[in-house]
């Protein structure tokens, strides 16, 4: 059984309410998990079956016609989830990175549908009936305190928190203000040092030269901006790629740096004059 998941809103900033629950925003890959007739089923967002992939959730104890909602994610030497390394595992079938199901919410349980049940009633049954080992994690939450917790996960240096209203129903594929994501953005000045073609694709460079990335992300006003600029600074051409002077500088807000140091989607704010 697929159950098209319920999305996250954008909040642009933390807020402390006692009728949402805080949570932990985990850096992995969004899956639902049914078992029926003693058989699991892992599914994305998109509706891909992922089940060999993860062949250590497939014994699960949990009763027939249960229907689980989390995330899956790869923790890096400090704990923390790592999308890169979640991301090797996903792809490799060499991979030995170890995995956690991160579990945040049941849809269905001994094929009853609970979805109609507010989210503090989910979460109450999930506590009764999850068995939590070494790969079965059940995501913690405060009542309120949402811009004290997201203060703390700035500082641990984490993607951000989920607020969720309390009293909230479950609606699949649906995108709702009872369920907010605040990212803790992180933010650099950077320099525009050429254009793809094909795919709009800008290529960013620090202010040492250091190569920052690609940013895919630009509001149409400011595209405008760098179309009618580029081609003073443009000093090379390819089949594929423009490639400019770093004369143009914006700035840019991020989620984190990649092992490899570049911006992981970046998107662009603003331009700063030289």
């Known amino acids: 059984m697929y159950i098209s998941p319920m999305l996250l809103q954008k909040s ?102 609970v979805m109609s049940r507010t989210l503090i009633e989910r979460k109450m049954m999930l506590e009764e009936f999850l068995p939590q080992n070494d790969q079965i994690v059940l995501v913690k939450y405060l009542a309120g305190h949402g811009l004290e917790y997201f203060n703390l996960v700035k500082e641990q240096g984490l993607e951000g928190i989920v607020l969720k209203k309390a009293s909230s ?36 460079s620090f202010n040492d030269g250091s190569p920052a990335g690609i940013m895919e992300f630009m509001k149409p006003e400011d595209r405008k901006i760098l179309y009618s600029e580029y081609k003073k600074y443009a000093i090379r051409e390819t089949k594929d790629f423009i490639f400019l002077e770093p004369r143009l500088k914006g700035k840019v807000k991020y989620r984190n740096l990649t092992r490899k140091g570049y911006l992981r989607i970046p998107s662009f704010e603003h331009w700063i004059k030289n």
């Open 169 to 204: 129903i479950y609606r699949p594929k649906s995108r709702s203000y009872n369920w907010l994501k605040v990212i803790n953005y992180q933010h650099d000045e950077v320099y525009l040092t050429g254009l793809r073609k094909n795919n709009f694709g800008v290529f960013l």
């Open 12 to 113: 642009s900033e933390a807020f402390s309410d006692d009728t949402y629950l805080s949570e932990l925003k985990l850096d992995g890959i969004r899956l639902t998990l049914y078992k029926s007739n003693g058989e699991v089923k892992l599914y994305t967002r998109h509706k891909n079956i992922v089940s060999n992939k993860f062949k250590e959730l497939l014994t699960i104890d949990i009763p027939n016609g249960t229907v689980l909602d989390g995330e899956i994610i790869v923790t890096d030497s400090r704990g923390h989830p790592c999308f890169e390394s979640m991301m090797e595992r996903f792809q490799s079938n060499h991979s030995n990175h170890k995995i956690q199901y991160c579990v945040f919410d049941v849809l269905f349980y001994k094929n009853k549908n």
